[in-house]
């Protein structure tokens, strides 16, 4: 499967934005699909992640009750939805898909080596 996300932006502390993450080819329900992070200096970061059937989803402590992921299995898209944004949340955001297991909360989804596909990446730079 092939990822591309797209989005990305400048905005202002505060304030929302949606990315989405549009894949191709077949088989987009076999992968549970995650959002990764990573700001200039610093590692990748796990963002949230949604089941295949996407009736259930995880975040990470940074971004609980701010961000939501969701998927549309038809459209082969994960979208995520962010509120309240703040300047550390300034990264490049970058989606990827997974065969491995989904269990809410599951820590091997938050390990970006147990994703086998990525999309390039958009960039969110939250400023004012």
């Known amino acids: 499967v092939q990822l591309q996300a797209c989005g990305g932006g400048l905005v202002q502390p505060g304030d929302s934005l949606r990315l989405s993450c549009v894949a191709s080819?077949?088989?987009?329900?076999?992968?549970?699909m995650a959002w990764f992070r990573q700001a200039p200096g610093r590692e990748r970061e796990f963002v949230g992640a949604?089941?295949?059937?996407?009736?259930?989803?995880f975040y990470a402590d940074s971004v609980k009750g701010r961000f939501t992921a969701s998927r549309d299995n038809t459209k082969k898209t994960v979208d995520l939805q962010m509120s309240g944004l703040k300047p550390e949340d300034t990264a490049v955001y970058s989606c990827?898909?997974?065969?491995?297991?989904?269990?809410?909360?599951?820590?091997?989804?938050?390990?970006?080596?147990?994703?086998?596909?990525w999309g390039q990446g958009t960039l969110v730079t939250v400023s004012s």
């Open positions: 949604i089941s295949r059937g996407g009736d259930s989803s």
């Open positions: 080819g077949n088989m987009f329900t076999e992968y549970a």
């Open positions: 990827a898909a997974t065969t491995k297991a989904y269990y809410r909360g599951s820590s091997w989804l938050k390990r970006p080596q147990e994703y086998l596909y």
